[in-house]
């Protein structure tokens, strides 16, 4: 009976580790973790027939050869704990680093994004002030890390490197299912909550598509991308949107050297989402599973395989060095 129970016990072991390693660093954020100094960086993107602003928090090493932009997961910001956990690590390796603020995300309310909308990534990496740097590298979180796949097939900035992902969304579809299932009710309303942060503010400018009180009642993914997202960037469903924007789509194309590490135990991402979608990998991207970690989180003697200090943020930096 004994021998029978063990992969149920650890299976349940895996799962309570997976949902610790992404709630405690959230709860102990502020606790003795602080961002390096930074100034509030902008610069403008043209999208169709408009202007943006496009913001962010920039760590500036004066003799750095490298930047490091940082892009934050869905609802989340530039001060995100995992961002600042890897501006932190990273500014202090001699990198300068740009915390940048996804579309909407610092609440100026100019508009909001999806999930594969790169032109704010571009519009960093073309910005005049970088262009003294001699090799620009990619850090994507959770959707952010989605977005940073398609940014890794698109650019053709010989500046940029490598591209790394941590827990990324890999398949929008079959995620924003899973997401959306009562047992992660948390997880959704949580972030969820920071979208609609972001579309407060982009509906007090009046640009907004679906009145505010509707998109309060919006409970899942789902719904609030058809009120949101949908009729923003003219997509025809939210089946549409999902499809059209899905990384899945360029995955197998990516010729940059591309990082995904995923936790086994993501308790947002199921770790079959992964599984299935590997074969479909190019060559050029390495797959690394997390058997230990959750969403973001991970221990600080994570090893990944690379020479050097374990932790995510220096197993990543030793990989983006072995790359570059």
């Not at 309303?189 to 007090?204: D, E, F, M």
């Not at 997202?229 to 499809?243: C, E, I, K, N």
Request: aromatic share 8%.
């Amino acid at each position: 009976m004994r021998n029978a129970l063990t992969p149920l016990l650890s299976a349940l072991q895996g799962q309570l580790s997976g949902h610790a390693y992404t709630l405690v660093p959230r709860l102990l954020y502020g606790r003795g973790l602080e961002a390096p100094p930074a100034e509030s960086w902008s610069t403008r993107c043209r999208e169709d027939d408009r202007e943006l602003t496009i913001t962010g928090l920039l760590s500036e090493v004066p003799s750095a050869d490298t930047l490091m932009i940082v892009l934050h997961g869905c609802g989340g910001a530039p001060t995100s704990h995992y961002a600042v956990m890897a501006t932190r690590y990273f500014y202090d390796q001699k990198v300068s680093v740009l915390r940048l603020a996804w579309r909407g995300a610092d609440l100026g309310g100019e508009d909001i994004y999806h999930a594969a909308q790169t032109a704010d990534v571009h519009a960093a990496i073309a910005d005049a002030r970088f262009a003294g740097y001699k090799r620009i590298w990619l850090l994507g979180y959770s959707l952010g890390g989605h977005c940073c796949l398609h940014v890794a097939h698109e650019t053709r900035d010989p500046r940029v490197k490598a591209v790394a992902t941590v827990c990324p969304v890999l398949h929008l579809m079959q995620t924003n299912v899973a997401i959306d299932a009562p047992a992660r009710g948390m997880y959704r309303r949580y972030v969820l909550g920071g979208l609609l942060s972001n579309y407060v503010a982009y509906a007090a400018r009046g640009q907004a598509p679906t009145p505010l009180p509707r998109v309060r009642r919006a409970t899942t993914f789902r719904a609030y991308d058809a009120l949101t997202v949908v009729p923003r960037y003219g997509f025809a469903s939210v089946d549409d949107y999902y499809t059209r924007a899905c990384a899945s789509r360029v995955l197998g194309s990516i010729a940059l050297p591309t990082l995904v590490v995923s936790a086994r135990h993501d308790p947002m991402l199921p770790w079959q989402i992964a599984e299935a979608v590997r074969p479909t990998f190019s060559k050029s991207i390495s797959f690394l599973w997390a058997e230990r970690g959750g969403h973001a989180g991970f221990p600080k003697d994570l090893d990944l395989g690379e020479e050097g200090p374990l932790g995510l943020e220096a197993q990543i930096h030793a990989w983006l060095r072995r790359k570059s």
